[in-house]
């Protein structure tokens, strides 16, 4: 049965080279096998730009370019931790960029996909940040810095953002459920597939009168975490590290 793959917050991390290792054996198997694998955001823990020339940047680029080059569509979107990911690494790894959000027509339903930060609009300070970061003159400015300078950058943002994430209550950082509504309603669909708040789970809503469902991805920290759809339905599954 043809089926198509998705996947999000991956933060693949020079600190966690087991979940590179799950990500790159993920790659060579499973996403060989699918017609389509949706990355839907932070597969890397920060991208500094595309002349990356880390291992890491290097290992996940081949990766993704062997899967594509098998004949699976492989399709990334940015996170609030790659909004980097450019052009160059688009033509490097063989992905198609996603713009957020994005329609698909999955196996006959229209399915909205995102990374799932523009729907936590409670948390005011990190929109205000992502506006900040999304503007093509902070990009330019940053990307002229040498790659040095980019790296230390990159660990001060995740510093401050891991300060401030502790200090902000759980239901700020999950999804408003208004504005889940509001966008479903925007787009006419009556699915949705995002990440980024890490709680993987299948929800039934109500949207333009109509039943409708919200599936989350989870993250890989302790394991990987992939929704597997085919014209029969789907499945959120887990990723056991060998
Ligand atoms: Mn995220």
């Not at 966690?16 to 060989?32: A, K, M, S, Y």
């Not at 290992?59 to 931790?81: E, K, P």
């Not at 698909?104 to 900040?132: K, N, S, V, W």
Request: contains cysteine; glycine residues 10%; negative net charge.
């Amino acid at each position: 049965m043809p089926c198509t793959l998705f996947i999000s917050d991956l933060h693949l991390d020079p600190q966690r080279p087991e979940i590179t290792r799950l990500f790159l054996d993920f790659l060579e198997n499973r996403g060989r096998t699918a017609e389509g694998l949706y990355i839907l955001g932070d597969l890397v823990e920060a991208w500094i730009g595309d002349d990356d020339d880390s291992a890491l940047a290097g290992a996940v680029c081949a990766g993704l370019r062997d899967c594509a080059g098998s004949g699976t569509a492989v399709y990334v979107m940015h996170g609030n931790r790659d909004f980097l990911l450019g052009k160059d690494f688009a033509t490097a790894s063989g992905c198609t960029l996603l713009t957020d959000p994005a329609a698909i027509d999955l196996y006959g339903q229209t399915t909205l996909l995102m990374h799932g930060d523009l729907l936590c609009t409670d948390d005011t300070e990190y929109m205000a940040f992502r506006g900040m970061v999304r503007e093509p003159q902070w990009q330019q400015a940053f990307l002229a810095k040498p790659l040095a300078e980019r790296r230390q950058i990159a660990l001060q943002l995740r510093e401050t953002s891991i300060e401030k994430t502790h200090g902000k209550l759980g239901s700020i950082m999950d999804v408003n459920q208004q504005t889940v509504v509001e966008t479903m309603e925007r787009h006419a669909v009556q699915r949705l597939i995002h990440g980024h708040t890490h709680r993987p789970g299948i929800h039934e809503l109500t949207v333009n009168g109509k039943p409708a469902q919200r599936l989350v991805l989870g993250d890989w920290y302790e394991q990987g975490s992939v929704l597997e759809c085919t014209p029969a339905g789907c499945q959120l599954q887990s990723l056991g590290m060998s």
